[in-house]
């Protein structure tokens, strides 16, 4: 897949068979479209082109607000749709310029002459250019014209699409992150460095590395303890991860930290990736570090009768 991050860089083609869209956790039900947008692209000999916005709409109009979390990183989103085959991968983002094109001009100086559009895939639902004025009249107002066919995706499945983000959102940050990877397709995971924490957990038998996120818009799962996977250059470990604030030590930040098994490296400063398989509990606050010690040898034994149960 070609990934182009400004339109510039695009060089038009003959024949492209595009969808334009978020595709936040390309799930299940963006799968089945994208999957569309290959087969069409494949047996009427075009390219598939998705249209994708980063940044993110309203992390532009407002930057200051954290509230939008999504389920991909951008650099996530690009690997999945390579796998799924998409031959171009168009990230622009959502400037002035280009959220003021009229309907005409979108169409005109975007699909036709930057991309070359000659197949569309778009929910019958979909808005664009400048107030959201552009829609599937438009589309096929100048379709003619232009020389482009449209293929609507019908209202109960741009509903599933909807419905399936909504509930992936809502389960990884209720902690079912089992059912968040059901409707995914794929384990929900994030990537990291590793940082220092205060050095207590080496202190218990149990050190942890700590994880910061780049991404201030990643999804966090809810509080709690993981079963998990470590991966770290070409190496894969098992692990038990750790969401939450420390309550028995009266921590004072939200901690992402895993310990990971049958390991023992200084790993400050690697990138990690740690993909979330089954909650195991929920975070609790302890009399103290004995107490907390004997939990996560309870927990350490669950979450290996967990790797154990999956094979
Ligand atoms: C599997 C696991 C479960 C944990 N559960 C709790 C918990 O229930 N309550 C809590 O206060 N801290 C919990 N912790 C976090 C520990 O308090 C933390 O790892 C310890 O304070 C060491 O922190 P450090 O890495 O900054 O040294 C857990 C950590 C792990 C790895
Ligand atoms: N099995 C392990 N799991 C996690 N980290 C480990 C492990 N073995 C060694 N380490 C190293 O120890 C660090 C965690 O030790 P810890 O005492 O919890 O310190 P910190 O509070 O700085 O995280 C990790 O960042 C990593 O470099």
Redesign the pocket.
Known sequence: MKTYHHFSEFKKLDNAVATIGTFDGVHFGHQKIIKRLCELAKSTGGESVILTFFPHPRMIIDPENQDLKLINTIEEKIKILSELGVDHLIITPFTRDFSNLSPAEYIKNILVDTIGIKQLIVGYDHRFAKDRKGGMQELEMFSKQFDYKIEEIAKQDVDDVAVSSTKIRKALLNGEVALAASYLGYNFSIHGR??????????IG?????IFLEETYKLIPSDGIYAVTVDMGTESYK?MAYIGQRPTINGMTRNI????????????G?YITMTFLEFLRHDVKFTGLEALKMQLQKDKEDTLSYFKKIG
């Open positions: 590793v940082i220092k924490g205060d050095k207590i957990g080496r202190t149990f050190p942890t590395a700590n692990g930290e895993v310990n990971i098994f049958d390991f023992n490296k200084e790993i400050y690697q």
